[in-house]
């Protein structure tokens, strides 16, 4: 048995000293979609984050592993988002304001006044034998 003091009280095991996990969250400039964005994958796994020099600033730029250029971006027929949010004209789906359920009621209530007044229209027009709902 050795005198001197056991391994463990040298380093004791440690617990999991990092941050909480949290969701990463979307990154769009304006409405379009970020190849920056945490969220933005490549299905070939060729996307990488490097530095670039741009009038003595260093940048963040995506890269791409198969063409050795900058990443294009949604245009690129491998970009997928990880929430399933990149809409095919590049726009992100978080940043999109769809319409509200009442908006959609009141457009389908137009559309069936529209086609009762056509229908009227009709049956005064034309023979009374021809079914017109």
Known sequence: M????DRH?????REFRGREYTEPEPK??????NNLCPLF???KAALVYSTKVVKGFTQKVA???LTGDQC??????FA??????????????????FKDGEDFF???EKEELKLLSQGRLLRKTTKKDVFVE
Request: charged share 25%; aromatic share 8%.
């Open 9 to 13: 009280e040298f380093h004791p095991r």
């Open 72 to 77: 294009i971006g949604y245009r690129c027929q």
């Open 41 to 43: 994958k490549c299905v």
């Open 106 to 108: 009141n457009e389908l």
């Open 63 to 65: 890269m791409c592993r």
């Open 28 to 33: 769009p400039i304006g409405n379009s979609c």
């Open 2 to 5: 050795s005198k001197g003091p």
């Open 80 to 97: 997928f988002c990880d929430r399933k949010a990149l809409l095919p004209n590049g726009n992100c789906a978080f940043t999109v304001k």
